[in-house]
């Protein structure tokens, strides 16, 4: 049997404790360094006054992805976690009392959006099927492999899967392509909002972001039982059951590197040595900060970043019964929405406002009685200035106007409890450059498919693994994006002594 080799993790974030788990499970020794007091990066918890919120993420899709790993480690995933699916995916509203309800079930989302908009139901599910053939075909190719490993590729056999693929889905940009395939305003809008998923601008980004509804309605939306941070919870309690120590409060301050090869990391002013170092940190910090070459850092902000977001986390002293777990308040105008987001970078003041409220599927877990858990987001630029008091109080104005006028109702007058989290806190909490939510944004072909890779290029024992690198940002590809990095160290480190 080969020798123990000893692996540290910089960063707790949700990729950072999956590569634990799958490394330790494979016979290495792992300790996670974490700056924070606890475990999960992005994914937290705010308790308040008698309510709690989840911080960052509050879309559950793929669970196949954690029960994988819990397959992996040998556990009952039961004993750790447990999900239900969601009926109603998203609910969305629009400024001339339009109202659509996104039923997971294609079939009656399809119908849903013939009685409410007229689209055609047939052109609606030949969307989401040709999607789901498509996804089979490339996305999974993309999702499961490095793009930057030629033995890789040649095995998933990429250019057949390439000439598989529909033009639309490389040469048009996602709003063209819906826009070519649906007649009503309201339903190409729908469509044009899965480029928020990955932080992008759908009147730039490629028509391959279709693959994502697809997952939706064909797949499924899910909720995590006690909420998002229950992932988190279970993912923590996992990797501690497979032997991987965590380093609360401990920041990583350098990684040493000798003659091109990662020996180890600097914390609290000592040198610890390890056989292979993995980041879970931003890609751009870590070559800033952590291997203090700035010019590699320059080169990875020449793929644009992400949007940010300002989220209000609000008590509400009562309940509305025609909201869902999941809320979209659409403004009037996307493109010009995007256009201040991503050129102009400035606060658009009749914001896309979106609406989670975990209360809704466990009444009394997360807001006293017949109160609701608001969290209460609009994406914004990844700009320092998007955190700035002024900025601040404005987009709480432009929200509760939005939301006062669509629910007919005095919304800032039930808020008895509130938080609010933007740009510069997010990179403040969890090191992400700018805030910015999922890494690179999707905005060109190149930095939708090609995102750094997951090993260095040049420093032997360096990997990465994370929302900003190979695959991308989000849940599921955080998950995917340990699994191709944990692949490739176990298929290298056949060749450690
Ligand atoms: C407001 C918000 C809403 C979102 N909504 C969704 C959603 O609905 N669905 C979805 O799928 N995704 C969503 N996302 C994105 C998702 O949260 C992220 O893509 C994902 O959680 C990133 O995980 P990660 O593994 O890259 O690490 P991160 O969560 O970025 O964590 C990195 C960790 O590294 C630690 N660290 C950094 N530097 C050091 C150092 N030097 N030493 C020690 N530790 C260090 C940080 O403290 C942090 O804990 C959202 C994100 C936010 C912020």
Redesign the pocket.
Known sequence: MSRKFKAFI?????????TAIRIAVNNFDVTV????AC?????GLLEKDGYTFD???????QPENIEELFKLAGEDIHEYFNYKPVNIGCKYFYEDGTVINAYTDKKKFAHELNTTTGESQEKTLVYINEAGSIYKNIGTIFLNHSLHKTSTLKRANILKALRNTKSNYLFSTLHQSNKKQFSNAHTVQLFDRYAT?S?SNPYQAPGMLKLIPHIEFSEGVFYPEGG?ISIINALYKLAVKKGVQFKFK????KIIVDEHKAKGIV?DNKNLQADVII????VY??YL??LNDKRKADIVLKQERSS??I?FYWGIKKEFKQLELHNIFFSTNYEAEFDAIFKQKILYSDPTVYV?ITSKFEPGLHAPANKENWFV?VNVASDKKMSEENIIKTCRQNILSKLSRLLNEDVESLIETEDV?HPQL?EA????YL?A???TSSNTKSAAFFRHPNFSKDMQRLYF????VHP???????LK??QITSDIILEDSRKWQ
């Open positions: 910089i960063g707790s974030g949700i990729a950072g404790i999956s360094f974490e700056k924070n475990p999960g990066g992005k994914i911080t960052g993420p509050s879309l559950f899709v998923y932080g998002m401990t920041e990583v301050q914390v980041s879970n940190t931003d910090f870590t900060n952590l940010s977001a989220i989670n987001m989290l997010i909490n969890t090191s992400s805030g939510l999922y890494g693994a994370g929302g900003s991308g940002g989000g849940i599921p590809l955080c994006s340990a």
